[in-house]
């Protein structure tokens, strides 16, 4: 059978950054599992606006910042990029595995 799952809309963060962020067994995430339904511990992510000094230890090309792919990025530095630049605007973001993360001040 024939797995497809579509790319999710590019999100737009508040203050204009953009980037997409993707998940699907066609991607660089965990888990590899295609389903709008999956949660994800760590995602892709795609061609940002701006270079994003956060995601950087995970470029797959650091020369080319908004030229590149991310991959296996963590669902909180994902979350803390978006937070950063002010909240999503617009588009859609895979769901988060959030078992692991902790907010800023709570105790690990």
């Not at 270079?51 to 991310?70: Q, S």
Request: aromatic share 10%; with cysteine; glycine share 8%.
């Amino acid at each position: 059978m024939f797995d497809y799952q579509p790319a999710r809309e590019i999100v737009i963060c508040r203050d204009n950054f953009r980037m997409s962020v993707q998940a699907s067994r066609n991607h660089y995430c965990h888990p590899k599992e295609n389903g709008l339904d999956m949660s994800y511990t760590s995602v892709e992510i795609g061609f940002p606006s701006d270079k994003e000094d956060l995601l950087m230890d995970w470029a797959e090309d650091g020369d080319k910042p908004t030229e590149t792919v991310y991959g296996y990025v963590p669902v909180s530095v994902v979350i803390d990029v978006i937070e950063k630049h002010g909240g999503i605007s617009s588009g859609q973001l895979p769901e988060f595995d959030l078992t692991n993360y902790k907010e800023e001040g709570e105790e690990q």
